[in-house]
């Protein structure tokens, strides 16, 4: 099992729409959680930190649920812009390394 | 302020030639990571270094591969006799301390082995 799984999608919405990701990892010891946003032939770009507590940032919504052991994002009101792969991003407790998951792809037609 | 730099930015090389690639960091960022992006997949870990000194390198894929930073900032990823499946995007990033923080990535180099 891969520490840190993502469907790759892609997935396919309308502008305006509402779409979710998971990301499963496989470590309980897990500590910091992030998502990435990756735009094609582009670098990584941090997108936002999820909290414990969740978080939101806009139209982003970000939720971690350590009992099951996966993060979400939740993109509200979808923008053409907001097509990209978005990778998930796990650190062990204590950890400096991160570990990427492969990313979901999000195309988002008009 | 400079974000992270990376050159070249491509570089096709032959079978078995050595190669190395270049991170200049952003300034007084202590952490710098090398990550190797394949298509379809996500960053994969090959070294960390806090300072001069490699702090992890677990994720070297063989011997062939070095990477040093001398001064504390500029990187350099050393590749010998490289082969076709050393073929991928390079992606190195910086951080302030090295924590679970916000990493900054260059823009990558985009090595072709033929």
């Known amino acids: 099992r891969k520490e840190v799984e993502q469907d790759p999608g892609p997935f396919n919405v309308p502008e305006g729409a509402t779409v979710a990701f998971n990301c499963t990892y496989s470590?309980?010891?897990?500590?910091?959680f992030f998502w990435y946003r990756q735009d094609c032939r582009k670098e990584p770009k941090l997108l936002m930190s999820?909290?414990?507590s969740g978080n939101e940032d806009g139209r982003f919504t970000a939720q971690l649920n350590r009992a099951s052991q996966y993060i979400s994002l939740l993109i509200r009101d979808s923008k053409l812009s907001d097509s990209a792969t978005y990778l998930c991003?796990?650190?062990?407790?204590?950890?400096?390394?991160?570990?990427f998951g492969r990313g979901t792809s999000l195309i988002v037609h008009p | 302020g400079a974000g992270v730099s990376q050159t070249p930015s491509n570089k096709v090389t032959e079978k078995g030639k050595y190669v190395e690639l270049r991170c200049d960091p952003i300034?007084?960022?202590?952490?710098l990571y090398w990550y190797r992006q394949s298509l379809g997949q996500g960053p994969e870990f090959l070294i960390y270094?806090?300072?001069?000194?490699?702090?992890?390198d677990s994720g070297l894929p063989n011997d062939r591969f070095f990477a040093v930073r001398p001064e504390g900032s500029v990187s350099t990823l050393k590749i010998q006799r490289t082969e076709r499946g050393d073929s991928a995007v390079y992606l190195c990033?910086?951080?302030?301390?090295?924590?679970?923080?916000?990493?900054?990535f260059g823009p990558g180099t985009r090595l072709l082995v033929l």
């Open positions: 990033a910086s951080s302030l301390t090295g924590s679970a923080e916000t990493q900054y």
């Open positions: 470590n309980s010891a897990s500590q910091s």
């Open positions: 999820v909290y414990s």
């Open positions: 991003v796990v650190n062990l407790g204590g950890s400096y390394i991160p570990t």
């Open positions: 300034s007084g960022h202590t952490a």
């Open positions: 270094f806090q300072g001069t000194g490699a702090a992890d």
